[in-house]
C-alpha cells in the first residue's frame, strides 16, 4: 500500500480544517477548497472543487450534510481523475449514503467518532465501507487520522454513526437534568463538576469542563447544537420512531452554533409554565376545585379509561368531583412532576400522582396565551385494582 500523491479536502469546517491540518503536518500533499472561501495555515487552497479534485489520488469530502455532499460530487464528477477515490467522513443519512456508493466507482463511506482534538491527534474511531481493495488504498490516510474499523456497507457505516451521536445526546441530556437537580439543591457548580467527573459522565464533563462551569469562556465549539440536532432529526427520519434525545435538543434555547456542552448548562423552564401544574397539584391536596380553574383553561377536558370505558370530562365536570376538602387520607397521598418541555406557546408536561391504592400517570398539553401559561387539555392513565374508585 503506498502513500497517495495528493488528497483534496472538500469542506474546511471545524472537522474538514482538522483532517487538513492533520494530514498536511504529516507532510502529505493536500489541497484544500470550501465553499466559503476560507484559508486554513499550511495548506493549500483551490480556487475551487473542480481544481481541487483534478490531480488528487483522494478526494475527501468533510459536509455539514447529504445534501452539500450530492451538490459537490455533482460539481466535481467530471473532474475526478479515473482512479481517484472519494472518501466521504460526513454524516449524513444512511439513504444518502447508499446513493453516493452507488454512483462513484471508488468511493469509501467513512463516518469518525470524535470530534477536532481527536482529528488533530490522529485519534479518531473512523467506519469506513468499501470493498477490500479501495479500502487498502485509503488506509495510509485513514490510519493517519485514527483506528479503522471496517464496516458491511456505506448505509451501516452512516447509520452507526446516527445512533453512536444518539448517544452522545442522551450523555449531553443526562448531564443537563444532573446540572438542574444541583442548581435547586443550591451546589457550587465547580464541586459538582468535580463528582461527576468521576462517575459515568466523566469523560464528557473533563472534555466539556470550560463549557460547564457557567462562566464565560472563550473555547471554540467543538461540536455544535446544530450539528448534533441535525445529526438526530436524520437518525428520526430513518427509523420512523421517535426520540426523546432529538426533541429535547431540537428544543434547547440555545445558539445552534454553540458547542454541545451549552446544551447541557440551559437553565430549567422557567416558573411560570410550572405555575399552572402547581395550582393543579394544590387542587388535589386541598380538594378546592378553584385551584383547577386556575391551572386549567376554561375550554379544557380531562380524558382516560375508567371502569374500562372512555371518558372526557369538561372542566366543570371534573370539578364537580371534589367538594372542598382534603381527602381522608391526604397525608399519605404524594405528587411528582417528572417532565415539561417547552416548544414555544406549547408545553407537553408529565405527572405522577400516588393516592393511597391508586397511581395516576398523567400527561398534559399546555399553552401559552398573553394571560400566561394554562392547561389545555388532560389524559391519564390509572393504575388501580378493581376495587379502587377515583
Known amino acids: 500500500m503506498s502513500t497517495p500523491h495528493s488528497i483534496a479536502v472538500l469542506g474546511l469546517g471545524r472537522m474538514g480544517t482538522a483532517i487538513a491540518t492533520r494530514l498536511a503536518a504529516l507532510d502529505l500533499d493536500v489541497v484544500g477548497w ?27 469530502l468533510a459536509m455539514f450534510d447529504g445534501q452539500a455532499c450530492q451538490q459537490v460530487v455533482d460539481q466535481v464528477r467530471g473532474s475526478l481523475p479515473k482512479e481517484a477515490v472519494v472518501v466521504n467522513t460526513s454524516t449524513i443519512a444512511p439513504a444518502e449514503a447508499t446513493m453516493l456508493a452507488r454512483q462513484l466507482v471508488h468511493y469509501v463511506h467513512a463516518p469518525v467518532l470524535g470530534s477536532v482534538p481527536a482529528a488533530t491527534a490522529g485519534t479518531l474511531q473512523i467506519l469506513a465501507a468499501a470493498d477490500q481493495g479501495t479500502l487498502d488504498r485509503v488506509r495510509p490516510v485513514l490510519d493517519a487520522l485514527g483506528t479503522v474499523r471496517r464496516v458491511e456497507d456505506a448505509s451501516t457505516a452512516a447509520a452507526l454513526k446516527l445512533v ?28 459538582v463538576l468535580n463528582v461527576l467527573e468521576l462517575g459515568q459522565l466523566g469523560g464528557l464533563v473533563a472534555r466539556k469542563r470550560s463549557f460547564l462551569t457557567g462562566r464565560p469562556t472563550d473555547a471554540r465549539a467543538e461540536f455544535t447544537i446544530g450539528a448534533l440536532a441535525k445529526d438526530l432529526a436524520l437518525l428520526a427520519a430513518a427509523t420512523d420512531a421517535p426520540s426523546r434525545s432529538a426533541a429535547d435538543l431540537a428544543a434547547t434555547p440555545a445558539d445552534p452554533e454553540a458547542d454541545i456542552a451549552a446544551a447541557a448548562t440551559v437553565p430549567a423552564v422557567d416558573d411560570a409554565v410550572l405555575a399552572p401544574l402547581r395550582a393543579y397539584i394544590r387542587g388535589h391536596a386541598t ?16 380524558e382516560g379509561i375508567r371502569d374500562g370505558g372512555f371518558v372526557s370530562w369538561s372542566l366543570d365536570d371534573y370539578c364537580a368531583h371534589f367538594d372542598g376538602r382534603p381527602a381522608p387520607n391526604e397525608a399519605t397521598r404524594s405528587r411528582r412532576t417528572d417532565s415539561v418541555d417547552v416548544h414555544g406557546t406549547v408545553a407537553t408536561a408529565t405527572m405522577t400522582l400516588w393516592h393511597g391504592v391508586d397511581t395516576f400517570t398523567d400527561v398534559f398539553l399546555l399553552v401559552r396565551d398573553g394571560a400566561g401559561w394554562r392547561i389545555a387539555n388532560k389524559a391519564y392513565h390509572r393504575h388501580a385494582n378493581p376495587s379502587s374508585s377515583a
Open 287 to 302: 380538594g378546592d376545585p378553584s385551584h383547577f380553574r386556575d391551572a386549567f383553561r376554561p375550554t379544557a377536558h380531562i
Open 164 to 191: 453512536a451521536n444518539n448517544s452522545l445526546a442522551g450523555a449531553v441530556l443526562a448531564l443537563r437534568d444532573s446540572l438542574r437537580q444541583a442548581d435547586a439543591l443550591g451546589l457550587p457548580r465547580a464541586e
Open 34 to 60: 470550501t465553499r466559503s472561501g476560507r484559508r486554513v495555515a499550511g495548506v493549500r487552497t483551490a480556487s475551487g472543487p473542480n481544481e481541487a479534485v483534478a490531480t488528487a489520488d483522494i478526494t475527501l
